[in-house]
């Protein structure tokens, strides 16, 4: 219990920092060993001599090799140690070492709201969709009037939510790119907790006119009369307006309201992780936990979507061998080579990843974060892989290729269909969506202690030895069917703390 | 009065449709002409036969060429025209035809804020820079309490108002166009309409640390004490992050409440200038009105911004002959050629520009549209050139090179240091922004009357023939003083229509 360093893997060379106030010189640590320096809290300690030019192994892997000698005891800083290179896309190995499915688990349930396409919302949402960023002001102004002067009359209906964006007009629509965001905006008005219900906002003139957005007929065509278009000749300025969105929206209302929650099994939970704000205990405490609950998921049916194409870029040849599927691997390949291109375009490449607060909590380079980051996804077989923008139509695990930007993979998130997300978060962020409920688990006590109205669960106790990495997975399995169940409401939605949508758009803004 | 069509220019083989009803087959047209079907209002009709594969000339240049005859009295539809390629970059004439300065214009004065840095607010309000977009819904929850609690209380400040973005984190900061977006943020908090008082508010371990925003000792370093950092020790959770922006605002309140109107040159306006939804019209109408306008306002000392790269693209050549030095040039050639490179590395070119909006509205094509925008330059000499989230410094017309995008380019213009913003539409959008005053100039009477609430000054009256572009110029001019002095309010400040920041960031996202 209460140990001073954590080891990941048997065959790490070192070991991370427990105690909020770090090594000191001289410390006693198990094994004999003595550190040489003073090393601050969630960074490495060397647990044996190693060499220059040697990996310095974490999780079992070389996530960097050092620089020069480092005696065992000594602080494994980043300037001591380089990158290694990201595995060759052509060389990974394709459904190599697919996990065999884990026991079910039977008769777990939520009471959700069931949808006519099959799916199941957790919560009872008015949408608006807006095919473009003109409409903003005018459907946010037209939603607070509805949140005050109708929702009160509807109280079946949890709330009414703006998808507002920046795209629509003022873009390449015929650019290679613009498939993202377009299928992005369509796709998040399908999202289940928006009921199948959702109301179109448009201008008029805009590039994304409704029927781009939804082509007749398609899977996603969206009823005539739930379209305002605020360039028609019928509204004499901007009152009228708003008394048409108003009056579209309170028939809405109406059909939401009359929706009731019933039990549902836990195959229709779609739970998207991320995570946000890490440090090396993240890959220790609160992503392996998360991992637990995924492979719980998964055993109960349910879909469990991880994504962050930069942070699952340097464990590519893991996940390949997860795979299925050839097919499926062949997939992942395929989202991993366009965001190598998407980024050498810009200039960059999946170094930029990684911020000055990971390098302060400890992770060296995106190797280390990586590794830490799909832990997150458990241990079952990865299902599926979609691109950006895509509904997840599979159960059990898969792959939404997204960028790490928390705002935008989880504005996709949203479109592949969430309908409950877990966030990790090691520094620390008051983190929430609109659109879908957020349970946020800190993997440092010390933060969930200072931010006890923003955390909703401590994953820090595991490196102080508490709970173990099982506990805290059962803990949050719980609270993931409590919440989605409308029993609780976790601290983001409470404070109903709203991060706006943020689409990936590729293409370029004209 | 009240013409069937209008001609701009008189080598023009075109001329626009003016009546609302548009032209039905065999209206009698002035010269004898009858027009040999029915043409829509604000589309083309051939004035001469003209051949196959000739010029469209309307603003008196070649918009288009005809891929089959069109026989005098036809509507010129898009479907017969083929678009000309853009000017070439390396055969642009430099300042070959520098217009000569305008006699002053002596005694416009506003009453408006003076800043330390001798700039000049149209508007007292409290910004709220943000580092990330992590803390977007934490500062909107701030800035929402100070609205309601503190600002009745200091009635001097107009309006609180979050710099909310989505970058700062999740980015390739390094990356070549990591430039952009960074000098955006930092530029727009010193915005003249926000005193120079703006709090900074930081999550902590984002890559975007406010000493990278604000390097310190640089001409826009803050002070410390305006930094709220939410990882900070100090807040005990998500309700002391509030208070801490909260006390923070509050000193800066006032401050800012202690500030008075005093009468100002008209020398310290930076007026940009907008156009969004155009159509045939625009370029007829509200555009040359806004020309005149900002002829004016050259001559009374102000500085003047026009923007909007691919629609000033195909007038290249016109606007390179009016700078007012060969580095001027330079340096607008330098910018169309970045934008030209960055559409080709995203698939597109400026085509891309022009929306099923301007093409219903009767602009065939970005050629047409753009002769149609430059119009609003006026006829100044071009005295500055900058690059995308620069600030703008120099005296009279300037170009400050930004996407066309309404909302991008908005943005771009209020951290070129733009304190009224001007825009004209033709089509309608109900559009407005938080930092500073917009004035919305209609090209069309019916969308001036549709929307009497929306639009401020109806410049379809120069097509009806009851106003002139000198005289709705003029009143543009006097509405734009009143406006900045505080005595008058347009129509999308008063309803308070806000769109989002939106930056432009041409690096990739991570």
Redesign the interface.
Known sequence: MDPLVIRVHPSDNVAIVVRPEGLTEGAALPGGLVSREAVPQSHKVALHDIAAGAPILRYGAPIAFTTRAIPRGSWVRGELLTIPPAPDLDELPPATAVPPPQPPLEGFVFDGYRNADGTVGTRNILGFTTTV??????VE?AAERIRRELLPRYPGVDDVVAL?H?YG?????????AAVPIRTVRNLALNPNLGGETLVVS?????L?PDRLFPPGGECSRGGETLVR??D?R?????E?VAAIMEAAEKKLAVLARRRRVACPASGLVVGLQC??SDAFSGVTANPAVGHAADLLVRAGATVIFSEV?EVRDASHLLTARCCSEDVARDFIREMRWYDD??R????D?T??T????K??GLANIVEKAMGSVAKSGTSALMAVTAPGERVKAKGLVFAAT??????CGTLQLAAGMNMHVFTTG??????LAMAPVIKIASRTALAR?????IDIDAGRIATGEATIESVGRELFDLILEVAGGRRRP?AET??????L?L?N?????
Chains 1, 2 share one sequence.
Not at 495 to 500: A, K
């Open positions: 960023q003109c409409v903003v002001p005018t102004f507002g920046n007009c003022g873009v390449a629509i015929d650019a290679p790119g201008l008029g003139c805009e590039k006119q605020l360039q000749d509204h004499h300025g901007f009152a307006m946000g704000g930069t998407y980024l375009r810009g200039g960059a999946r930029a990843n911020t000055p607060g990971n302060r909590g960028p790490a930007s928390d705002f935008i520094e620390g962020t008051p983190y929430g200072r931010w006890p109205d923003l601290c404070l109903r703390l709203h991060n706006p943020a990936f590729p293409g370029p803004v004209t």
